[in-house]
Every structure is written in structure tokens, then in C-alpha cells.
């Protein structure tokens, strides 16, 4: 069974900062992506960015945080961070780390969470 563990998160004024970064500890392959979900109250998880490990490492954004997240992995060390910047209100959410062997972690359906961090971003 794969863990992953998230730190980081917190609260932020809008404008802000935030990091959330996550590893699996004990896992001793690769995975293809890794990545973060996230959940507001009373929605649905949603795809917010992910890594590939490809050539130049392949990544994706949803539309609402390009330009203002930006993911990156350690692919030795099998972590994957979310730098957020520019921070809004609507960014409020449980932020899951996500990984899969094959996958896009783009969907729910990839394989691996995390337990999830809680961000807040107050106006």
C-alpha cells in the first residue's frame, strides 16, 4: 500500500502564500505522476496540477491557477510540492497529494491520496 503524506497548508490573506508538499516515505519505485486534488466545501474533488516524470517533466494546471501555482517534483525522493501564490478566497479547500504508476492524476480515479491539508484563504 502506497502512503502519502502532505505537510504544509495553513491560512493566508488573499494575495498570499502558501506551500504544501507531500511524500511517500516508504515507496521504492517511481510513479509516472504526482500531483493535488482539492475539495471546497459542499463540491467535488477537482484536478489542480500535476508532474510528469517525462522529458522537461510534462506538467498541468487547471485554468483557475496558472500562472499563480507551480508544481514540482523530486523524483529520487518521490515528493511533490504546490507552491501558491496569489492566493484568493476561492483557493479555500483540503488539498490532497495525489500519485500514479500509469495514470494522468488528472481524475479520480488515480490511485493513490493522500489523507489531505487544509488551506484557507481569507479576504
Known amino acids: 500500500q502506497v502512503q502519502l503524506q502532505e505537510s504544509g497548508g495553513g491560512s493566508a490573506q488573499a494575495g498570499g502564500s502558501l506551500t504544501v508538499s507531500c511524500v511517500a516515505p516508504r515507496y521504492k519505485g517511481s510513479f509516472r505522476c504526482m500531483g493535488w486534488f482539492r475539495q471546497a466545501p459542499g463540491e467535488g474533488r477537482e484536478g489542480v496540477a500535476a508532474v510528469y516524470d517525462e522529458y522537461r517533466e510534462k506538467t498541468y494546471y487547471r485554468d483557475s491557477v496558472k500562472g499563480r501555482f507551480t508544481v514540482s517534483r523530486d523524483n529520487v525522493r518521490n515528493t511533490v510540492t504546490l507552491q501558491m501564490n496569489s492566493l484568493k478566497p476561492e483557493d479555500t479547500a483540503i488539498y490532497y497529494c495525489?500519485?500514479?504508476?500509469?495514470?494522468?492524476?488528472?481524475?479520480?480515479?488515480?490511485?493513490?491520496w493522500g489523507q489531505g491539508t487544509q488551506v484557507t484563504v481569507s479576504s
Open positions: 495525489v500519485a500514479d504508476r500509469v495514470g494522468s492524476c488528472t481524475t479520480t480515479s488515480t490511485n493513490y
